[in-house]
């Protein structure tokens, strides 16, 4: 007997009995839906955390202030930093040729006077702030490389690259004028007006100056690459910062003359990060990472991925005790057929092909099924814990495509379908053809 | 048949999460970037805002900033308090060279009358800001003119106008606007939020007249 024709009396058999069958890979497909969306939601959080810190990203991201290191804050996740000190481009080149750096990101922070859009959204207007002008810090980031730094879109989107007439407000904007995160999309589109401040003495006393842009704000975001209310291509803080750096001297304190106000360092996975911050500080500079943070969040998040993975294991025997059951079944039912194979020259090994075959195919079916519905429901639970986690300013889950994990999945359905079809075979082979037709 | 249909379903509906799921966050592609235009003002008490609520929505200058410039505009308010044409040239002027703005607007001569500055000194000032901000290469230079309400304005006007056409710059008449002077905290009065919604508006109309 061929593959062929195993495979062809395989799936003659599957469709005399397809309710058997369908129910068979049902609960196939259960378990596999089982043990492959709880896995893509532990890989999904780990991706958050652990690959994150493993390959590079945001939370293995070091900040650099312009500061020198304080010889008092040793070892902290937020050390206080040191006498003020300037990071421009060849402090920036410097850190970035240190060994195990990814890459190192500029931060702009210059001060501004924000005017809340005019026309506010009526959620705000309701708690607004009397229209007063707001004074803080306008962030400038390289929007390239959004998804190295610690910023996550709430609502609309980001501003064009190089852009200077669109801005991104933080979550804390909306809180100065009496807004949540929950009504974020009431104010993308509406307009706001920046005044970068430039003092002068104007002969008859200290004066204040402003340089006025409008910029439509173009979404909301949460982010801690610096301190500000609003964030805006580099372009657009650098051309701020160039008229506000031409203010008189002032009195001590004087104003910060750095042209980055912070660095962001990502370094090549968490296990390096001390020793980048240990460099950075030999440099000269102070540095902050939650790193101390991640660790613990590494532990729990791989207790919860056993955990998720034993629950899902369990769901996927039960489904191959299911396929056995059929099996044992399907052989009772079919001794006669059994028997004439064997009168006609089958031999046991070509009866347990049979048989394998077709534990394999209700497997291998029921796999594919499950590693869908497993995809979509875990879709789905992202979904709604991503519109949890931008409702409360927090950053997002994003969820892959798992193939090697679907992969596996559908793979491990399949060969636990043959371990749990193996024994029924076996004992539909070793039946003699007299006792077979001799039964029915 | 049937069986593979569904299967190619089950297959495309997998295919189809994948693609939607593989979508990240980002900026658009099209930059927002273009042109700027530069706007400076120039002014005493009125321009600086004095006498409205909030000056950086009720003061003319921005008013001004807000809806006859678009907006990819910079717009800086050089005006300060208690400016005659003296104190602009020295504190204000120095400004246009420094920003090499397109647009100047100008609103000066209001404390020159309460000072009393001499009409001859006076053109003469005049004659010399025009200079300053012409050398700044500004390509429209829009000077408005004294309201009555100002006080006795006619001699200044005339000097104004006459430099102004001598300038090749651009008038903006204020002799038949109502404006009206509002008490201001313990300062001389000063143009009231009204106003300056009427003193924005004559400018607007300059600037759209020629809007090149």
Partial sequence: MTWRDAIALARRSV?????????????????????????????AAKQRVLDQVSEGGPLSGIKVDAAAPSPVALDSDNPRPGPPRRIDDAALQSIARLPDVVSVLPIIATPMVFEAPAVLPAAARATDNDGRPIFDS????????????????????????????????????????????????????????????????????????????????????????????????????????????????????????????????????LNRV??????????????????????????????????????????????????????????????????????????????????????????????????????????????????????????????????ALLVAVIGGATLLALAAGTLPAIRAARMPARQAIGDE | MRRYVVLTVVALVALGACSTASKSKGPASEPST?????????????????????????????????????????????????????????????????????????WLGADDVTARTPISLFRAEFHQLLDLLHASGARRIIVADLPPALGSTAPYNTAIHAQVAAAHAELVSLANVAIALGPTDGLTPQPDTASHRLIAAAFERRIDQNPG
Avoid at chain 1, 23 to 42: E, K, M, P, R, Y
Avoid at chain 1, 345 to 358: N, S, W, Y
């Fill in chain 2, 34 to 106: 273009g042109p700027t235009i530069t706007v400076l003002a120039l002014g005493g008490s009125a321009t600086e805002g004095d006498g409205v609520r909030d000056r950086l929505r009720d003061a003319w200058p921005y008013l001004v900033f807000e809806t006859a410039f678009p907006r990819s505009t910079v717009f800086v308010n050089g005006a300060l308090d208690d400016a005659t044409l003296q104190h602009a040239i020295t504190a204000q002027a120095p400004l246009a060279a420094q920003l090499k703005p397109d647009v100047i607007e100008v």
């Fill in chain 1, 138 to 269: 306008l962030i400038g980031i390289d929007l390239s490389r959004i998804n190295d730094l610690p910023v996550t879109l709430l609502s609309g989107r980001l501003p064009d690259l190089g852009s200077q007439t669109e801005v991104a407000v933080t979550s804390d904007f909306l809180s100065r004028i009496g807004m949540t995160t929950q009504n974020a999309a009431a104010i993308v589109g509406t307009e706001l007006t920046l005044g970068a401040p430039r003092d002068f003495d104007s002969g008859i006393g200290r004066r204040t100056r402003a340089r006025w842009t409008r910029a439509e704000i173009v979404g909301v975001v949460s982010q801690d690459a610096g301190s500000g209310l609003v964030i805006s291509s580099l372009d657009l803080a650098r051309a701020a910062q160039a008229w506000t750096a031409l203010s008189a001297p002032s009195t001590p304190p004087a104003p910060p003359t750095s042209p980055y106000a912070d660095l962001f360092v990502v370094a090549h996975g």
């Fill in chain 1, 274 to 403: 001390t020793e980048v911050r240990t460099e950075i500080n030999n440099v000269g500079y102070s540095t902050s990472a939650p790193e101390s943070l991640i660790t613990q969040v590494q532990r729990y998040v791989h207790v919860v991925e056993l955990v998720l993975a034993g629950i899902g294991l369990i769901g996927l025997a039960i489904a191959a005790l299911g396929i056995s059951n059929a099996m044992l079944a399907a052989i009772r039912e079919r001794r006669r057929e059994i028997g004439v194979l064997k009168a006609v020259g089958a031999t046991d090994r070509d009866v347990r092909r049979v048989f394998l075959v077709e534990a394999g195919t209700l497997g291998f079916v029921g796999g594919v099924l499950g590693a869908t519905i497993g995809f979509v429901v875990a879709r789905i639970l992202a979904t709604v814990v991503n519109s949890y986690l931008s409702s409360e300013g927090l950053q997002t889950v994003r969820l892959g495509v798992p193939v």
């Fill in chain 1, 15 to 43: 469709g005399r009995r397809g309710g058997r069958a369908a129910l068979t890979v049902l609960a196939v497909a259960l378990g596999a839906a089982l043990l492959s969306s709880l896995l893509i939601a532990s890989t």
